[in-house]
């Protein structure tokens, strides 16, 4: 059976309230739109949408099309703003709705011809474009008046939402001149407003489109679609990263009732069935023989050693100034420091799954949180042997990803084609990772090894710093190589390490890749989330060895005017820094990071009390340009503090013979309501373009507590997850 009907799903609580919802709004939109229609006898029976980013409605409503994925950063919010800053909309009238796959129209700027959601950059490459677009319609709505009244446009003004001619008193609202303007010529660089003009953008107060519909459960996420004959599939995945499925005995798997059918997928063997209980069930019965004999079988503690190991020579040079060997066989006072990262798994909230079916004409349509979707609508077509544009995309909220759903495999969206592939496209497939799967066959932040040497003067000034870095290459192998790697170094291995803000004469970073089968993706702020670490803790070592105070210390190794130094000096006056502490079981940490063009420094309040570590207060501050929505910025950042926290007391993944231990939240336990710290974060004004804001929040954090934990127990804790039963340190 071929899936017909696309628009139509069957009865859940979600749909019941959406349904309720739907209709009361419909009926109230009807009235307002005949009334409206009442008003403005010119008025469109349908939305115009004279470009790709905004379209008018006859009830007045401003429709932005948001090219990018939703996990949760507030990006439906904060282009929406840019849009109605410049159209001199009313907040009231503005809506969303995520675009369809198409890069020509939705690439995203910062990445070329690729539409995705990714490296901070949703807002920052969105800038112009919608604050254009915004500024086009509103010149063609005034046009539209003008020709419609017959006064000259220049006395025609916009106003939350309404469209006046003062001296003659007339007025109307958007959507009775959308079908006029929409005819009009669309203006190729409209004048855009000046920061005095900006009613929205910088403004406290401007509440976020998407809380109402999250809150209250008409939010649609890919576990709550439901098409007619749709069936569940799960996966059982190797046991080891690099097995391969040998043979498969299903008869077991058939006789469980509910289950339709066992195929075997290039990843795994799929077991469908009519619901997820009874896939599930049917995957407990499958017997699988897998073929291990390339798979990987070492545990953490042996890939730790091979990393160590591979420290002891030199790497690919990833930066190089002066002479870093002479000047450390020189130096008064020598500090080395090793630091290990462990795997992190994404761990976001809402498992990976989606939905997939082929429509009567042959075409394909999916539903999920796809971030890439210019990779995962290839994927999908290349699988199925369609072109591109026969596969229709609808990109849907998604429940957390912090990297995880922007795969340059697409494992989970091929998974869910070559499923339907093996099925015969008999019916729609929703295929559902649980918890486990994504924790045991998912993809992780890499292992990582740094080993840092650096030297001092007798009066205390970094003379010399050796730095290298150990850990498998995220993108060696993927699309993304040609643009990311250069000379062989991959710059997400090195980020945040080959360039800092401090003033080193005789610096070197080198890198070495690591060739394990486990496989790696970038993780919620990428390289910086190690290479920030090492760097901060060692800078802090070097004051005390200086003995200088640690935001001194910094400052005084920065150029005059550096954007580090000014959110440094913010966050030290707002945490009131005057020292580390006393210590006794109190501390208080520093530390300050560029990542993603988003300047951050943090100061930690920590409290150690029976080994235990307590981070009771947090105080940021980030320059990240202009601010376009300082509620998202803040909840962003405290997002990160959670976040971060987390995986710096004690989130690791870690293998036994190849196997992972870690495969859900009571092993890999996220931040608890309990656990949170009390987080301030201050916003520095700026006039430079937006820059990232997802992720800046994350690097800062380890460091600040790592120092601060120092300053209360006089231990140096190098590695993460912060562990004082260890015996690491000092």
Known sequence: MLFKPLSAPAPTRRGFLAGSLTLGLTLALDKRAARAAAAAPTAPSAPVAPNAFVSIAPDDTVTVTIKHLDMGQGVTTGLATLVADELDADWGQMRFAFAPADAALYANLAWGPVQGTGGSTATANSWRQLRQAGAAMRAMLISAAAAEWGVPEGEIGVARGRVRHAASGRETGFGALAEAAAALPVPEAPRLKTPAEWIYIGKEGVPRLDSPSKTDGTATYSLDVRLPGMLTSVVAHPPLFGARVASFDDAAARAVKG????????????????????????????????????????????????????????????????????????????????????????????????????????????????Q????????????????????????????????????????????????????????????????????????????????????????????????????????????????????????????????????????????????????????????????????????????????????????????????????????????????????????????????????????????????????????????????????????????????????????????????????????????RFSEMPRVEVYIAPSQNDPSGIGEPGVPTLAPAIANAVFAATGRRLRSLPLDLAAGEGA
């Open 259 to 370: 289950v339709v059918d066992v195929v075997e997928i290039p990843t795994g063997v799929a077991v469908v069935a009519r619901d997820t209980w009874s896939a599930l069930r049917g995957r407990e019965a499958l017997s699988v023989t897998w073929d291990e004999s390339r798979a990987e079988t070492r545990s953490t503690e042996a890939l730790v050693a091979e990393a160590r190991a591979r420290a002891e020579r030199p790497g690919m040079v990833a930066a190089r100034a002066g002479d870093a060997a002479g000047a450390l066989a020189d130096a008064a006072t020598l500090i080395e420091a090793e630091h290990v990262f462990p795997y992190l798994a994404h761990a976001a909230m809402e498992p990976m799954n989606g939905v997939i079916a082929r429509r009567e004409d042959g075409s394909y349509e999916a539903w999920g949180g796809f």
């Open 372 to 671: 890439i979707q210019t990779i995962d609508q290839a994927a999908i077509a290349s699988i199925l042997g369609v072109a591109p544009n026969r596969v229709r995309l609808n990109t849907l909220f998604a429940g957390g990803s912090f990297g995880r759903r922007a795969v340059p495999g697409a494992d989970w969206v091929s998974e869910m084609a070559h499923i339907l592939k093996a099925t015969g496209e008999a019916a729609p497939i929703h295929l559902v990772w649980t918890r486990e799967d994504d924790m045991r066959a998912g993809h992780y932040r890499p292992l990582v090894l740094h080993r840092v040497r650096a030297g001092l003067d007798p009066e205390g000034r970094i003379v010399g710093w050796e730095h290298r870095i150990v850990g498998k290459s995220i993108l060696k192998g993927t699309p993304f190589e040609a643009l990311i790697v250069a000379d062989g170094v991959d710059a997400t291995s090195v980020e945040g390490a080959r360039e800092t803000p401090y003033r080193i004469a005789n610096r070197s970073v080198e890198v070495h890749d690591t060739r394990e089968q486990v496989p790696v993706l970038w993780w919620r702020s990428v390289g910086h989330t190690h290479t920030a670490h090492a760097v901060e803790t060692m800078i802090d070592e070097l004051a005390t060895a200086a003995g200088q105070d640690p935001v001194a210390y910094r400052l005084g190794l920065m150029e005059e005017g550096a954007r580090e130094a000014a959110v440094l000096r913010l966050a030290a006056e707002k945490a009131g820094w005057d020292g580390p502490g006393p210590g006794g079981g109190r501390g208080r940490g520093v530390s300050v990071h560029t990542s993603f063009g988003t300047a951050c420094a943090m100061v930690a309040d920590v409290s150690v009390e029976g080994g235990v570590i307590r981070v009771d207060r947090v105080v940021a501050a980030v320059e990240c340009g202009v601010p376009v929505n300082p509620d998202v910025i803040r909840a962003q950042i405290e997002g990160a503090v959670g976040f971060g926290l987390s995986s710096v007391l004690r989130e690791a993944v870690t293998l036994e013979d190849g196997r992972v231990r870690e495969t859900n939240f009571d092993a890999y336990r996220p931040t």
